[in-house]
């Protein structure tokens, strides 16, 4: 089986006297899997999903989606992508936003009055008639991931999801995730909230500084009796420098309190 998404020795500066951002990162997504890329902040994530989404260009290697470049229309219109920080026209309602990318998508009006109610009601905005800039940012993340979905995706880039999710919230989209995955759909997941990864994912990558530390299925990286979290903050704290954790000298100091 073919894979959705293949990247390739992937490499990405932003200027030229730069460290890499992103630095020979290799990894491959098959239908129904998901799959965690993980790291800490500046590690190279956000980079390499963008270059996936075709949001950025690489400066090395080689990406395939669905068998074509990011750029190629057919293979964006298999992709649905769910930014950390969603940002929506503020003076729209969440179903006038669903209505608009499914006009992107051209999706005929049959689709569009069964679709959009069913992810609105996923979403758990299928009553709220405010305007989005009344939105607080959870629900903005919701309907970050409805409009996400609303194409009926062959890969779905989740780019921090659950961040700003209640515990209901959380579940819905591990639920999300799992009914994805049972009907072919390939999920790319960019979090830090190592707990709901290692609930969902299938394989994970953990980058720092660009490169890939360690990549693998959930049981080759993270051995029995661990968590991802130990492996986790082990590899990572590996690849950094040592790291000073006193505090300062004018806040220990009695004397001059």
Same mark, same amino acid.
């Given at each position: 089986m073919a894979p959705v998404v293949s990247v390739e020795a992937l490499r990405k500066r932003y200027r030229r006297r730069d460290p890499w951002a992103v630095d020979g990162v290799t990894f491959a997504l098959e239908p129904g899997q998901a799959f965690g890329l993980l790291g800490p902040n500046g590690s190279g994530k956000t980079s390499v999903v963008k270059m996936i989404a075709g949001l950025l260009r690489p400066d090395g290697g080689a990406i395939s989606l669905f068998g074509s470049r990011p750029g190629d229309p057919a293979a964006r219109a298999q992709l649905g992508f769910a930014p950390e920080d969603p940002d929506f026209p503020k003076f729209l309602r969440a179903r006038e936003v669903l209505d608009y990318f499914a006009s992107l998508l051209g999706l005929d009006e049959d689709d569009r009055k069964r679709r959009i109610p069913e992810t609105l009601a996923f979403a758990?905005?299928?009553?709220?008639?405010?305007?989005?800039?009344?939105?607080?940012?959870?629900?903005?993340?919701?309907?970050?991931?409805?409009?996400?979905? *609303? +194409? /009926?995706?062959?890969?779905?880039? &989740?780019? %921090?999801?659950?961040? @700003?999710?209640?515990? *209901? +919230? /959380?579940?819905?989209?591990?639920? &999300?995730? %799992?009914?994805?995955? @049972?009907?072919?759909?390939?999920?790319?997941?960019?979090?830090?909230? &190592?707990? %709901?990864?290692?609930?969902?994912?299938?394989?994970?990558?953990?980058?720092?500084?660009?490169?890939?530390?360690?990549?693998?299925?959930?049981?080759?990286?993270?051995?029995?009796?661990?968590?991802?979290?130990?492996?986790?903050?082990?590899?990572?704290?590996?690849?950094?420098?040592?790291?000073?954790?006193?505090?300062?000298?004018f806040i220990t100091d009695k004397e001059n309190q």
């Open positions: 758990g905005l299928d009553q709220e008639k405010r305007q989005v800039r009344q939105f607080s940012k959870g629900m903005k993340q919701r309907l970050g991931i409805a409009q996400a979905i *609303l +194409g /009926r995706p062959k890969l779905l880039i &989740l780019d %921090e999801p659950t961040a @700003d999710l209640d515990p *209901l +919230g /959380r579940r819905d989209v591990r639920a &999300l995730i %799992e009914s994805l995955k @049972d009907s072919g759909v390939a999920v790319l997941l960019n979090s830090h909230l &190592l707990s %709901e990864v290692e609930l969902v994912c299938d394989t994970v990558a953990i980058l720092a500084k660009g490169r890939v530390l360690k990549e693998g299925t959930m049981a080759e990286v993270v051995p029995e009796g661990r968590t991802l979290e130990d492996v986790f903050v082990e590899l990572v704290q590996a690849s950094a420098p040592p790291k000073h954790d006193n505090l300062p000298s």
